[in-house]
């Protein structure tokens, strides 16, 4: 049975007052049954006015002071997660309650906002590789007067490497390579932008490409004006920050990410932490 709206009531009321059409004829042709149409026809006669439908589904149950106060301290606790996050950690804890019910709680609460951007139907695929090491990304960023770079692996979001240094340098982008690497293996390929820290400095030399290459690592450049191409590592660094705000800096910050922090853009949804995902998606030897 379909939904009623005002235009559809008035036709019945119209058509059962005129009385050309059985009730049978005019039930059929809004796809209801004969007794909602008497229904709607009785409520019209007994209140003199449009009825308006009751909306369907079951009402709503109230947020309870308990609910508020467990989402409120799994957002705290977990440097401002999200619904989904939250929802995740309170399975965690034997506490099932949807997400959509958490961000109506986190929106009462001043905690989030709603995202009509969020709520459209998106018009591309987001592409990742399947097995971890596969390809990093890396760039580097400013935030309170300090340089810092970070290099992520594309398949599991994990941070592999990074460093906060006073100068963004190809040296330094060397050695936070070389650390990722004992720490995590290495990747088959990585990819940058075009900055002079990893491309040709001004002597027109290209160190840190030539490093990767004794490596056997291959190195690829992100499109020119083409943020898009890099767009995991744009996304990764706004949340970084956030995080060092919320830290007060980069190591509990990028341990937080990788051990703790549920991400929700991994292959076939799956949620689960970066370093989970690393270890999932390693490649079977």
């Known amino acids: 049975m379909v939904k009623l709206n005002k235009r559809k ?15 049978y004829q005019i039930a059929k042709q809004q796809k209801i049954n004969k007794r909602h149409a008497y229904r709607m026809y009785t409520r019209y006669l007994e209140e003199g006015e449009l009825p308006i439908p009751k909306p369907p589904g079951r009402k709503p149950k109230e947020i309870s002071q308990e609910e508020m106060d467990r989402v409120r301290k799994a957002h705290e606790d977990n440097a401002g997660a ?3 996050a939250i929802e995740k950690i309170l399975q965690d804890e034997g506490i099932s309650m949807p997400h959509n ?9 001043g905690l ?7 709520k459209k139907r998106r018009k591309y695929v987001r592409y990742e590789r399947k097995h971890s090491n596969s390809l990093w990304h ?3 960023f400013e935030y309170k007067r300090w340089k810092y770079i970070l290099y992520e692996d594309d398949a599991s979001r994990l941070i592999t490497g990074y460093g906060m240094f006073k ?3 190809t040296e330094n982008s060397i050695k936070v390579f070389d650390s990722a690497i004992d720490g ?14 990893f491309c040709a400095n001004e002597e027109r030399e290209y160190k840190f490409e030539k490093h990767l290459k004794g490596l056997g690592v291959q190195h690829i450049k992100a499109r020119v004006k083409h943020p898009q191409s890099n767009g995991k590592l744009e996304r990764l660094v706004s949340t970084t920050k956030y995080l060092i ?6 190591d509990d910050a990028v341990k937080f990410y990788n051990e703790k922090r549920q991400h929700m853009s991994l292959e076939n949804g799956h949620i689960r932490t970066p370093l989970q995902a690393f270890h999932d998606k390693m490649r079977k030897t």
């Open 82 to 84: 999200g619904a989904i």
């Open 112 to 118: 989030a906002h709603e995202q009509l951007a969020k």
């Open 101 to 109: 019910r958490i961000h109506k709680i986190l929106i009462r609460a």
């Open 184 to 197: 995590w293996g290495k990747p088959k390929q990585v990819m940058s932008d075009h900055g002079t820290q």
């Open 245 to 250: 705000s919320w830290f007060g800096n980069i």
């Open 9 to 23: 009531l008035e036709w019945i009321i119209w058509e059962m007052k005129r009385r050309q059409l059985s009730v």
């Open 138 to 140: 890396t760039d580097w």
């Open 167 to 169: 100068k963004a340098t």
